[in-house]
């Protein structure tokens, strides 16, 4: 079983509208959660990162959490052409030292 | 500030060749990881230092794969020799100790071609 899965798309949604990432866990013991952006043939950068349950809003990126279901969401409003890329989600444990990510999902976003 | 730096960018050898790949991450950042990251794949680990020592180097695959850290600092991974399935992009990435915020830094990775 994968650390951590993802749907790998891809996901068009047009401009303006929400993107919707979805991305689920297998280890309880998993300690804090990311999302990085990988734009085609480039490293992947940290957008967001959460520790506890609940929501966490940063500008138009809003990360949800629900560690009973070992489920994490990225939710990007007003979806923009440069929103396109892919989103990998990243588990981290063993305070901070041990990173799992997933395949990550392709985002389209049409103009 | 400088972010972390690699080279080459791109490398193409042929089957059974050596090939290195270099890594000189942000300054005053100890921790320091290599990963492989195959075509429509997530990062996987190979190796973490802390300063000069590998604490896990438990998914290297050491018959044809070797790194090194002298002094803390710049790293080096080697393949020796290289396999057709070791085409991948091969990226470096550090992390500061001071703040756990848990972020990696990447660098723009080393994209390899083994024919």
């Known amino acids: 079983q994968k650390e951590v899965e993802q749907n790998s798309g891809p996901l068009s949604v047009p401009e303006g509208a929400i993107a919707s990432l979805n991305c689920t866990y297998s280890?309880?013991?998993?300690?804090?959660f990311f999302w990085y952006r990988q734009y085609s043939g480039k490293s992947p950068e940290l957008i967001m990162s959460i520790y506890s349950n609940g929501d966490k809003e940063d500008g138009r990126f809003t990360a949800q959490l629900n560690k009973a279901s070992q489920y994490v969401s990225l939710l990007i409003r007003d979806s923009q052409p440069s929103d396109s890329a892919t989103y990998l989600c990243?588990?981290?444990?063993?305070?901070?030292?041990?990173?799992?990510f997933g395949s990550g999902t392709k985002l389209n976003v049409k103009p | 500030e400088a972010g972390v730096v690699q080279s080459p960018r791109y490398k193409i050898i042929e089957k059974k060749q050596p090939v290195a790949f270099w890594c000189n991450p942000i300054s005053g950042h100890n921790t320091l990881y290599w990963y492989r990251q195959n075509l429509g794949q997530g990062p996987e680990l190979l190796i973490r230092?802390?300063?000069?020592?590998?604490?896990?180097d438990s998914q290297l695959p050491k018959d044809r794969f070797s790194a090194e850290r002298l002094k803390g600092v710049d790293s080096t991974l080697k393949i020796q020799p290289a396999e057709l399935g070791d085409s991948a992009v091969y990226l470096c990435a550090s992390q500061t100790q001071g703040k756990r915020t848990g972020e990696l830094f990447f660098g723009e990775g080393s994209r390899l071609t083994v024919l």
């Open positions: 990243a588990v981290a444990k063993n305070n901070f030292n041990k990173f799992y």
């Open positions: 230092y802390e300063n000069e020592e590998a604490v896990d």
């Open positions: 280890d309880r013991g998993s300690q804090s």
